[in-house]
């Protein structure tokens, strides 16, 4: 495993803690959305929660998640390169600066803890798989996401099986590049992964 990104140790060991350790204090657990986009966060809720945490069992966290990546994905999947049946039709009338308000309102909310924890068996199976695919690579050490990489850490265990064995399958086609990593993995190895990631 390569240990390149794991800038957040030496940067404390720099005495840097006090930019890092004040960082998670941007993230809100409420914030009132601007007022042109507050109908819309209501219906969001619907799905993706009160307080961050997905009512829908295959519904990702978006509380938290990068601004960029989230305004990427809502791009795509108006422009059906990224297919969903539920997210189709939300975001088929929305405009460019709405879905990039919505991205930046979810984004600056705090990532909830879902409480799950990967189970042991999976631990050796999808610490292999990571190296080889080296996810580590782009969605940092602790696989929290930057920009328009995403977060994976703490992500719904449903939700990330079912979007990389999308990906895997080309079911969603708006990562050619990532999908082809899970393509050489069986998909029990995906899972795995997935329950890996879930579980950070
Ligand atoms: C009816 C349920 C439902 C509603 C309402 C809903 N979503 Fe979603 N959303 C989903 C599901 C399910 C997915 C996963 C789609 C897939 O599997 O590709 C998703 C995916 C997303 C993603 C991609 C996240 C990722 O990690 O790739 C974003 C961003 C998003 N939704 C934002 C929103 C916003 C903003 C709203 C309100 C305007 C909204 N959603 C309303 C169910 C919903
Ligand atoms: C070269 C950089 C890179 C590598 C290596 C990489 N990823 Fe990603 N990953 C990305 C980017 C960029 C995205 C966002 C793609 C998009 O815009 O849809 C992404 C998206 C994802 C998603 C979708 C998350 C969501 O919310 O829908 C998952 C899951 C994922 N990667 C898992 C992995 C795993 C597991 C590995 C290792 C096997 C891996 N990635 C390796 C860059 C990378």
Known sequence: MSFRFSVPNSML??????????????AQD?????PEIAELVDTCKACHGDNGVPVQEDAPI???QEQYYMYVQMRDIKAGRRKSEIMGPIVQDLDKDTMKALAEYFSQLKWPSLGYSTPEAD????????????CPQCHLGAWVGN????????QNVQYLEKTMLDLKYDRRKNAPDVG???KDMSDEDVRSLARYAAGK
Do not use: D, K, M
């Open 180 to 182: 082809a990593l899970f």
């Open 123 to 134: 631990i050796p199976v999808a610490e292999a798989a990571a190296v080889a695919g080296q």
């Open 13 to 26: 060991t720099l005495g840097l803690s006090i930019a890092i350790l004040s960082a998670p204090a941007l």
């Open 147 to 154: 920009s328009r990489v995403p977060r994976l850490a703490g």
């Open 62 to 64: 978006i509380w938290g």
């Open 30 to 34: 409420t914030l009132a959305p601007p």
